[in-house]
C-alpha cells in the first residue's frame, strides 16, 4: 500500500457523484479503494449523468451490498438520534456499509459508539491488548540472557568506559609535563621585558582566537539543520499553532452531502470527508424545533408539528462535534410574534365546498373579498393534502425557456419557496380599505 495515501477505502453517496465533485483523480489520488452500493447507481434518473458515471466513474467503483446485520446495528443507531425518518433505503446502506468495512478494516467496533451520547468509545484497540509474542525462556524472564552475551556485553562497556577515561586523562597529563619542563629562573630586566611582550602578545592571541569561536559558534546557531530544524520551526510560529502528530491513514471514510447522513456518521465516530478530502470533526446545519411543545425534526420540508399538530415550527441551528455531542444553539431573547394568531374564520357558504360558488368574482363564501377561500389550518386538511400532491406532480421550470418569467416579474411571490400557504397571514387583522 502507497503510504502517502490517506485514506484506504472511501465509500461515496449519490451526492458527490452527481455533483462530480471531487473529482475521480483526487480520489484515487488520495484512497485505495472506491466503494458504493448498487442502489446508489441506479438512483441516477438523468441520462446524461448516468452515461457519465457509467463511463467515467463506474470502472474505477467496487459495488458491494452490506450484510444484514451491519444494516441492522446502523437502522437502530439512527432510530435512536431521530433521523431514521429523513433516511432512505439507500442510505442506509451506505452507512451500513462504512460501518460493515470499519469493523473489518479495524477488527471489530471498538473504536465506534453503540449509543448516540456514549461517552466513550465501544472499548480499547486489540493491538495494546494483545500480548507479545517472544521465546518461552524470555517470556518466563525477560532478565534471562545467556553468560556468553552477558559477558561479551560487560567487556564492551568496560572498553568503552577505558577509552573515555584515557580521553579525558590525555589533556591533563600533556599540561602536567609541560609544567614541569618550564625553567621559573631569575631574569633580566630585558628578559622580563619580552617575556611580558610575549605573554600580552599570547593573551591578544588568545581573546582573538575566543572571538573567533564565539563567532563560528553564532554562525553555527544560525545553521538550519536536521537536528534543529524542530526548534526553528516553533521559533517561527511562536507557539501560536501547537505541534501535530504525524498523519495517521484512515481505514474508511465517507463522503456525502446528506445532513442526516452526516449526523450518524459523527455520532457513531465514523470517519467523514469533505467534498475536498479533509476530516470533518465538527457539523452545523438546522433543524426544525416546534415552539409550543418543543418537538425537534429534521425534515425541512414539513409545516405543521409531528406531534402537537400546530404551525409552530421555527429553524434552529443545531452541531455535532466529534465526541458525537448533539446540541441545539437558541436565541437567548427569542420572542415569538403572535401578530395575526387570533382572528374569525368566515362561516361557510353551501355550494362553496364544490367550487360552484364564484367566490373571487364577487361570489358568496370566504368573508369580503374572499380572502377565506381555500384557508388552510391543519396538515391533514383536505385543500393541504391536495396541494402538496399538486406540487409532487408540478414539473420543474426549466429557465432556459423563452415563456419563462421570474416571479419577480409575474407577481408570483407569496409562496416562499413554493410552499402552502398557512393561515390568513399576518395582516388579516388589519384595516382593510
Not at 425518518?85 to 467496533?109: F, H, K, T, W
Not at 491513514?249 to 459523527?266: C, E, G, K, R, S
Request: glycine letters at 10%; charged letters at 25%; hydrophobic letters at 30%.
Amino acid at each position: 500500500m502507497n503510504s502517502t495515501k490517506s485514506v484506504h477505502t472511501i465509500v461515496l453517496d449519490a451526492g458527490p457523484i452527481l455533483k462530480h465533485e471531487p473529482a475521480v483523480s483526487s480520489l484515487l489520488a488520495q484512497s485505495e479503494n472506491l466503494i458504493t452500493v448498487p442502489s446508489v447507481i441506479s438512483e441516477i434518473r438523468d441520462t446524461n449523468a448516468r452515461i457519465r458515471v457509467q463511463t467515467t466513474l463506474l470502472p474505477f467503483f467496487t459495488l458491494r451490498v452490506p450484510s444484514q446485520g451491519s444494516l441492522k446495528a446502523v437502522t437502530d443507531f439512527a432510530r435512536r438520534t431521530g433521523d431514521l425518518q429523513v433516511l432512505s433505503r439507500p442510505d442506509l446502506q451506505i452507512l451500513a456499509l462504512s460501518y460493515e468495512l470499519e469493523c473489518e478494516r479495524n477488527g471489530g467496533d471498538w473504536r465506534l459508539r453503540r449509543l448516540p451520547g456514549q461517552k466513550g468509545l465501544n472499548g480499547s484497540s486489540p493491538k495494546k491488548n494483545a500480548p507479545t509474542f517472544m521465546g518461552t525462556a524470555q517470556a518466563t524472564n525477560p532478565t534471562a540472557i545467556p553468560d556468553a552475551e552477558t559477558n561479551e556485553l560487560e567487556a564492551t562497556q568496560q572498553g568503552l568506559r577505558q577509552e573515555c577515561v584515557a580521553q579525558v586523562a590525555d589533556p591533563m597529563d600533556a599540561v602536567v609535563d609541560a609544567l614541569d619542563g618550564t625553567n621559573l629562573t631569575e631574569t633580566s630586566p630585558l628578559n622580563a621585558a619580552n617575556c611580558s611582550n610575549d605573554s600580552s602578545k599570547s593573551a591578544q592571541l588568545m581573546e582573538g582566537t575566543r572571538e573567533t569561536d564565539e563567532s563560528d559558534g553564532s554562525d553555527s546557531e544560525g545553521w538550519i539543520t536536521p537536528s534543529n530544524i524542530k526548534k526553528h520551526q516553533a521559533k517561527d510560529t511562536k507557539g501560536s499553532v501547537a505541534p501535530q502528530k504525524d498523519p495517521m491513514t484512515m481505514q474508511v471514510a465517507t463522503i456525502t452531502t446528506d445532513f442526516a447522513m452526516q449526523n450518524v456518521l459523527l455520532q457513531m465516530n465514523l470517519n467523514l470527508l469533505s467534498p475536498s478530502l479533509q476530516r470533518v470533526k465538527h457539523l452545523k446545519t438546522y433543524i426544525l424545533r416546534c415552539h409550543a411543545c418543543f418537538e425537534k425534526t429534521k425534515d425541512m420540508q414539513k409545516q405543521f408539528c409531528p406531534r402537537c399538530g400546530k404551525p409552530t415550527l421555527t429553524r434552529v441551528a443545531c452541531s455535532t462535534n466529534q465526541n458525537g455531542e448533539f446540541k441545539i444553539h437558541l436565541k437567548r431573547n427569542m420572542q415569538w410574534n403572535t401578530r395575526g394568531d387570533r382572528y374569525s374564520i368566515p362561516k361557510p357558504v353551501s355550494g362553496s365546498a364544490n367550487g360552484k360558488v364564484n367566490v373571487g368574482g364577487g361570489g358568496k363564501g370566504g368573508g369580503k373579498g374572499g380572502w377565506g377561500h381555500g384557508l388552510v389550518l391543519a396538515e391533514d386538511q383536505k385543500g393541504y393534502t391536495q396541494a402538496m400532491q399538486g406540487q409532487a406532480r408540478k414539473r420543474e421550470r426549466n429557465l432556459m425557456d423563452e415563456d419563462f418569467l421570474p416571479s419577480i416579474l409575474t407577481g408570483d411571490r407569496g409562496r416562499a419557496g413554493g410552499r402552502v400557504r398557512v393561515g390568513a397571514g399576518k395582516n388579516v387583522n388589519s384595516r382593510r380599505r
